[in-house]
């Protein structure tokens, strides 16, 4: 118990000296790379077209769902670019606005992220378990396994697939593809990306 306790320690350490350097940006957002880009209700091109946004507009990134990033657009913008010029509807607030993935570039990070990679981490350490974990970047991860999580290279990506998915998850990073290298002694053993 106490080695757990002193192990969580020196991990939380490590992360916070890593991640103290290399942050200016503390929120994510959406810039538009297509020259007019449909908004739509929902995560599908089966919603409603609700706006067009121009290259160039940056939004908030709520969250993502498959190819599909969910951005805030404030009431007043949301009028500006809506497409139904009903008079007599009422204006929205609490519309959703998606936009799709590879229409735009998404920068910075999310708020809260240091927190919440030290969730992520004390998840891989409870749940994996992973004996090791190293952020050698917001976007790649690397981790060492109990010795007899080594079954196969094919299980051992598993793995690592499920730490990518899961770190995404919890830290609502969406930048890139998230990289998780497991080693064995000191080299890679296997990598997965998700």
């Known amino acids: 118990m106490t080695s757990s306790i002193v192990r969580r320690s020196l991990l939380f350490a490590a992360v916070s000296i890593l991640l103290l350097g290399h942050r200016l940006a503390f929120s994510q957002e959406a810039v538009v790379k297509g020259p007019i880009v449909n908004v739509r209700s929902g995560p599908g091109t089966s919603f409603e077209i609700v706006g067009r946004v121009k290259k160039g507009d940056r939004f908030p990134i709520v969250k993502a769902k498959k190819n599909w990033i969910q951005i805030n657009i404030d009431e007043e913008t949301l009028e500006e670019i809506k497409l139904d010029k009903e008079a007599d509807e009422p204006a929205h607030g609490d519309r959703e606005t998606w ?5 735009i570039e998404i920068v910075g990070i999310p708020p809260d992220f240091e927190e919440r990679q030290i969730d992520f981490q004390n998840w891989a350490l409870d749940e994996v378990p992973v004996t090791f974990i190293e952020f050698k970047s917001d976007w ?40 998780v290298k497991v080693l064995k002694g000191n080299r890679v053993y296997a990598t997965a990306s998700e």
């Open 99 to 103: 936009i799709f993935r590879k229409l």
């Open 140 to 179: 790649q991860i690397w981790v060492r396994l109990p010795p007899e999580k080594y079954a196969s290279r094919a299980k051992v990506r598993q793995i690592a697939r499920r730490i990518a998915q899961e770190y995404k998850n919890q830290t609502g990073f969406i930048g890139r593809e998230i990289v």
